[in-house]
């Protein structure tokens, strides 16, 4: 069993902080994973820096604030697993009590995300193993400009959009997805990045990770359904990537496809998609 290096956040105030502790605690004792801790590593971080070199790096956070992200992200870590509590108790419909103290249902659901980080952490290596998407060496771009704002859209064969502003490039059983110009100039400077986990199955619809700015939080709207192969590893040090150009080097993941041809009923192509990127220029400058 592959080992952690384990950064949690240091929010022991909530419920939420002590589903973090306990969670880093079992992964410790039964992957011999070492836990990072947060508040040391801000004055010390020299035998830190080395087991987050050693071991991929799985980060829990508590909540939104990704306290224990936004560190690694100081740090100019690569992360290889990232996990937010609040959001993993909302999908299993547990409402978290004020209280700190873990009931049942909370001990239930630190068990499960456990159980399948420890599976993950088997078989993550040989998911990332998997050849990467065939994608075009140079794009060709259609510009359309509102002011002194110029906003590209790739027109190259391959390419498909969905409604909630994000790409996907198809290339065999494989595709590479990310959000589009509209959006990284929408939110202007991005400055954090939560990817999908490696190895995770998800649906037309679903969400395919985060990007932040000092404006909004945007979810990114998977286009098509599969199981996420790799990430772009750079956006975690580097999310600015995404506003230098979202297309080329501001990737966000790429996925083994499950469905397509299903999927293809509600993804545009770029003759019908680039009027409704203009709409939304025009509209959103009002």
Known sequence: MN?????PCNGLDKCA??????LAQILAEESSSKILCPVFYRVADAKYNQLAEEMPLLVIDGCATRCAAKLAAEKNLKIAE?????????????????????GEPEKKLTR??????????E?????ESKEQVAFPEQLNYEIYKRDKFIFRIPNDKGFYFNENDVWVYVSG???RIGINDFIQQSLSDIMYFTPPSI??????????????SGKAVFEIISPVSGTVISVNDKLNTQPELMNN???????VAELELSDFDSDQEFLHEFEAYFPILKRKVDEFRV
């Open 173 to 175: 059983n494989r595709a």
């Open 82 to 102: 990232k996990i937010i509590i609040t959001d993993e108790a909302k999908a299993a419909n547990v409402a978290l009590p004020r209280g700190l103290r873990l």
């Open 3 to 7: 080992k952690y290096a384990i950064l």
């Open 112 to 121: 499960e995300i456990a159980d399948r980080l420890l599976v993950v952490s």
């Open 245 to 251: 150009n979202p297309y080329e080097v501001g990737w």
């Open 17 to 22: 902080g002590s589903i973090t502790r306990e």
């Open 123 to 127: 078989t993550a290596a040989e998911v």
């Open 199 to 212: 190895g995770m199955e998800v649906e037309q619809f679903d969400s395919a990770g985060e990007v932040e």
